[in-house]
């Protein structure tokens, strides 16, 4: 596969399910990230990767819970979710070199729905 | 902090029409500009990267144009085809020292009517 994929693509969980969101990025990029789309609402970025170390985290509640084992693959763990964070999830990636984040690559997106 | 507002949030057109989509940001400091395409429940798709020394770029039937001084920027869309029926996004990134931060406005649809 090219570009950056996101699985699954649909995810119905209860509030009290434990679920993960996985995203791989076959660009050869070494920064990802993870944005919130929620209806209505710009889209809202949530946490920052590169080189596998997490350089921002948008105050994001603490039941997402992210994981990036290489520069490869992201993963977003989820746990006692609400209904409010039904949204679709979007995983992109980039090249940074010298501080500098070149132009991100969007994944399909994950669309999660709490009930 | 930046803020960025799309006009109109949604708009139809016949096939065929020539079309501006409009973007409008309250802090003219910024390093680019992008134009992104998202389909329904799919991700988004870069359309155009406009750096802030630029004032246009170009790709097919898409022309975006940056004013900073004005705080705006605009995507021209000629002969629209109902293949262009989508959501289509700007965002901005604020410096090159700003990290990977982009901010969104909330996008515009756009329907081509055949």
């Known amino acids: 596969e090219t570009g950056v994929t996101q699985t699954p693509r649909h995810l119905v969980m209860g509030m009290t399910n434990k679920k993960s969101l996985k995203c791989e990025q076959h660009?050869?990029?070494?920064?990802m990230y993870w944005y919130k789309q929620s209806a209505k609402k710009p889209l809202e970025l949530m946490f920052v990767?590169?080189?596998?170390?997490?350089?921002e985290n948008n105050s994001v509640p603490s039941r997402f819970s992210p994981e990036c084992p290489n520069s490869s693959h992201l993963f977003l763990h989820l746990h006692t979710l609400q209904p409010e964070d039904s949204a679709l999830y979007l995983c992109?990636?980039?090249?940074?070199?010298?501080?500098?984040?070149?132009?991100?690559?969007f994944g399909p997106g994950t669309r999660l729905t709490v009930t | 902090k930046q803020e960025v507002t799309q006009i109109p949030a949604a708009l139809s057109v016949p096939e065929g029409e020539n079309l501006v989509l409009n973007c409008s940001f309250t802090?003219?400091?910024?390093?680019?500009l992008q134009w992104f395409r998202q389909d329904p429940g799919k991700g988004l798709t870069s359309l155009l990267l406009?750096?802030?020394?630029?004032r246009e770029q170009t790709s097919g039937r898409l022309n975006a144009s940056l004013d900073k001084s004005s705080g705006r920027s605009t995507l021209y869309i000629a002969a629209s085809q109902p293949g262009d029926s989508a959501t289509y996004l700007c965002?901005?990134?604020?410096?090159?020292?700003?990290?990977?931060?982009?901010?969104f406005g909330e996008g515009t649809q756009l329907t081509v009517n055949p």
């Open positions: 992109a990636s980039s090249q940074m070199q010298a501080d500098h984040y070149y132009e991100q690559y």
């Open positions: 660009l050869g990029h070494n920064a």
């Open positions: 990767y590169n080189f596998k170390e997490q350089t």
């Open positions: 802090d003219s400091a910024i390093y680019n």
């Open positions: 406009i750096q802030s020394s630029q």
């Open positions: 965002a901005l990134k604020g410096s090159r020292t700003s990290g990977s931060r982009l901010t």
